[in-house]
């Protein structure tokens, strides 16, 4: 019963949906803010219905309600809470449902926004509410998740086993929050391009709703990329944590074309420039968010092959996908050329650093985008399959971010309309200094010396120390007595301090991509219990293999000692395969030594003999220098995105010009 | 996630379950003695695909497949071959789907240049938009003649927003 409640709750969220679009587009045709306000009770009644919905969901499968086909094939009795609640999101339908709660969730605050004019709000909520009624329509009608199973089975199939993993069970909610919060972006936009007016205080104002939606979207993506690459990292034992996988670059386009956008953003709102551009780059965003989940949910890329499987859903999600996009852009191409935004700039400005930052997003967006999709397009036209993996990113990708974080340091500093180079230059040049005796110091820590491994050190020493300059600058440190250097740092803005964060963090992650990858050791071979396997300066051990039993697996648990070569400190790690009876699937759990900034990482194999017979297990090694800096530089980055986002310039009523510096 | 689930059913097999025991083992790695070969050999794995994979290179795959292209890989190093012969060695018995670094060639040109092409496409219009705009920004349109008298008479001058406190 519990569950029809669901299934009509659904159902209910897509009229209500409907009646948000429709209300909503009657209220700004009749100009009628009582049909609008009813619009607006439309969108926030749409988004509880979807809640109750997904709280039904979660009831299920806490309850391991069988007769709930999505429960049957997705659960098992023996799972532990955490991952019964999270299995409510691990399915196609589930996570369906959830992006539909973001959707109206999101749909639903900006119904509730207090300053946005009548007529952009109005147009808002009826693009937003059209989206719900797609994405509602495509989850009641083809992928509801309360269908019934009878007769119900006695026991579930279990979700699959490597998604039992805590990363991996918070990292869908975010990712959705991060994807689907940009369709907001998306329906400002069009309703900036119905709304907007050539040369007017139109488009700053917009461009100030439009950041924080933008902020916020990105730094949930942020965590939601990072928690996933964090769990490929630890739970798939392969040692790495990025392979440029469709699924991974389904993720990451949203988060450049949304990093671009929170930039161009900024030029719009404190110089009314670029608001075509900035206008281009929401609607894009979200696109990428749905091409993402069309890549993800349609399996048309992880296997060209796997298209076949449900080639219905998939379909219907590229119409969904064509048709908002098409729509979209059409109306961008008859309404832009009408919107010139004011604010001239000269070339050398922070407009134009800001201009040159889109440029190089774009490009890079359109790397991971051609890189992508190029295999599947040139297998349709003539039929020849190739594969694009990380030399091509290698070759493509990296080296455009490269120029591109050259010249990042530099941006921050000019000041707007027209920018001093020689002036960034001067302050920018203890940085660039250090950053360059920081390379060498690095080519000569490392062994073996490598020059590209050397410059990309200074590149990540350089962004954190150039984002460092512009606060050191603003703050004059060193430069000014202490007191006036904190006065001053007080009075700098939340935005600053974000700007700089995220900036500096993106440097610390360029420090740990470097270096992990430049110097990791890697070492495998089988090992009978007492035998040392050596991996860079660390000796691992293998004391004891034993079988263990887990809520819903058995294990063979290997124990183990790290310590480095000369037997020096000694730390126990525990590294687990697992096999799981439901569902017949076995992963590893990784044994993760944190030492300082490096993890010694070690996977325990099958069983196997030795030449004398005795039983060895086959234990990789591997010693990643600086890999904590790879997780961490993505946090610093999603913390400088919500500073930001608590700046009072970006809140309500101060939007007349009178902002504080 | 299908990969993840395809790397799964293939770790089943080592770990000799009883529901998946026809599939056998892959042979044990068997590293090269010389160890400079074996790091030649493991540079080479990162770069190709084992072809049963959904996006895997045969360096991290568990296949049986994988093992015997590591296992084919390692022959040939040891055999003295270079590098690109391995490559095309490879590339005639899979075609180029088996190299993750996709050939350079008609049908790829595309793929290779397009974002470098694109980005130089947008840096020319914007430097000949800038030339162009640079000339017609002369003479001051009416309402600007009123807003500079504006701000020369002193009022409806506002701060600007972003200067910094040491300028003022």
Not at chain 1, 348 to 377: D, H, K, M
Not at chain 1, 479 to 486: D, I, K, N, V
Not at chain 1, 620 to 636: E, S
Not at chain 2, 30 to 40: C, I, K, N, T, V
Request: proline fraction near 6%; aromatic fraction near 10%; charge should be positive.
């Amino acid at each position: 019963m519990i569950v029809e409640t669901g299934a009509f709750a659904l159902i209910l969220a897509l009229a209500l949906a409907a009646l948000q679009t429709g209300m909503a587009v009657a209220g700004r045709l009749r100009r009628s803010p009582v049909l609008a306000g009813a619009a607006e009770g439309a969108a926030m009644a749409s988004a509880l219905a979807v809640a109750l919905a997904f709280a039904t969901l979660i009831f299920a499968f806490a309850t391991s309600d069988f007769s709930v086909a999505n429960v049957a094939a997705n659960s098992h009795t023996d799972k532990p809470m955490l991952y019964k609640v999270a299995a409510a999101w691990g399915s196609h339908e589930g996570s369906l449902v959830l992006w539909c709660l973001v959707l109206t969730g999101f749909g639903a605050v900006l119904a509730r926004a207090r300053n946005l004019p009548f007529g952009l709000k109005t147009s808002a909520v009826a693009t937003q509410g059209l989206l719900g009624v797609l994405f509602l329509a495509f989850a009641v009608f083809t992928s509801s998740p309360f269908a019934r199973l009878n007769p119900a089975p006695f026991q579930g199939a279990s979700l699959n086993p490597l998604l039992q993993d805590p990363a991996l069970a918070f990292h869908p909610p975010f990712l959705y929050a991060g994807y689907v919060g940009f369709s907001v972006c998306f329906s400002l936009a069009v309703a900036a391009l119905v709304e907007g007016r050539a040369n007017s205080a139109f488009w700053p104002a917009w461009g100030r709703w439009v950041r924080p939606w933008a902020l916020a979207s990105w730094a949930f993506l942020t965590v939601g990329i990072t928690l996933g690459a964090f769990w490929a990292y630890y739970e798939l034992g392969w040692g790495g944590w990025w392979f440029w996988d469709p699924v991974e670059n389904a993720s990451f386009m949203p988060w450049l074309a949304g990093a671009a956008l929170l930039h161009s953003a900024v030029v719009t709102e404190r110089r009314g420039a670029l608001a075509g551009w900035t206008t281009f780059l929401a609607l894009l965003a979200f696109t990428f968010s749905m091409l993402g989940a069309f890549l993800v949910r349609s399996g048309v890329l992880t296997s060209v092959h796997a298209f076949a499987v449900d080639p219905q859903r998939g379909l219907m999600l590229l119409a969904i996908l064509g048709g908002t996009a098409g729509l979209a852009f059409a109306l961008f191409a008859w309404r832009a050329p009408q919107l010139k935004g004011g604010g001239m700039f000269a070339p050398v400005s922070r407009e134009g650093a800001l201009v040159l930052n889109n440029l190089f997003l774009t490009a890079a967006c359109a790397t991971v985008l051609l890189g992508t999709l190029y295999p599947l397009i040139l297998e349709a036209m003539n039929g020849s399959t190739i594969s694009v993996g990380p030399p091509y990113f290698a070759l493509t990708f990296v080296p455009l971010m490269a120029v591109a974080f050259i010249i990042l340091p530099a941006g921050p500093l000019l000041s707007w309309k027209r920018g001093d180079l020689m002036g960034v230059t001067q302050r920018l040049a203890v940085a660039a200094g250090l950053a360059i005796l920081l390379a060498f110091a690095g080519w000569l820590m490392f062994e073996p010396r490598k020059a590209l491994s050397a410059a990309g050190i200074g590149l990540g020493a350089w962004l954190i120390l150039g984002a460092l300059a512009e606060t050191v600058e603003r703050t004059r440190l060193f430069r000014a007595s202490f007191g006036e250097t904190l006065r001053r740092a007080r009075a700098l803005p939340l935005g600053a301090w974000g700007t700089t964060l995220a900036h500096a963090g993106l440097g610390v992650f360029v420090l740990g991509a470097v270096v992990e990858t430049g110097y990791r050791v890697e070492a495998a071979r089988p090992l009978a219990v007492g035998e040392i396997i050596e991996a860079g300066p660390w000796a691992v051990r293998l004391d004891a293999v034993r079988v263990v039993e887990g809520p819903n697996y058995l294990a063979e648990q290997g124990r183990l000692t790290v310590t480095l070569r000369s037997g020096a400190a000694p730390r126990e790690v525990v590294a687990e395969r697992r096999f799981f009876p439901a569902g017949g699937q076995t992963t590893t759990e990784v044994g993760l030594d944190f030492r300082g900034l490096d993890d010694v990482y070690v996977v325990v194999g099958e069983r196997g003999r030795t030449a004398a017979g005795a039983p060895a297990w086959n234990v990789r090694v591997w010693w990643n220098p600086w890999a904590r800096l790879i997780f961490l530089g993505p946090a610093i980055m999603a913390l400088g995105g919500v500073l930001s986002l608590l700046d009072r310039r970006l809140r309500l009523g101060v939007g007349k010009g009178k902002g504080a510096a | 996630m299908k990969r993840v689930l395809l790397i799964a059913i293939a770790a089943l097999g080592l770990i000799g379950s009883p529901v998946f025991a026809q599939e056998p083992p892959p042979a044990p790695d068997r590293p090269l003695p010389d160890a400079a070969q074996e790091a030649r050999a493991q540079a080479l794995f990162d770069g190709i695909r084992c072809v049963v994979c959904q996006h895997e290179a045969i360096a991290d795959s568990p296949a049986v497949i994988a093992a015997d292209m590591r296992q084919l890989v390692r022959e040939q190093v040891a055999a003295g071959r270079t590098d690109a012969q391995i490559e095309q060695d490879l590339v005639r018995r899979y075609g180029d789907f088996v190299l993750f670094q996709p050939p350079v060639r008609l049908g790829t040109w595309l793929l290779w240049f397009g974002p470098v092409a694109l980005m130089a496409a947008v840096l020319a219009l914007l430097l000949l938009r800038s030339r162009g705009r640079r000339a017609e920004a002369a003479p001051l349109t009416a309402e600007e003649e009123a807003r500079l008298a504006d701000i020369v008479a002193g009022d409806g001058l506002r701060p600007d927003p972003d200067a910094k406190p040491s300028d003022h």
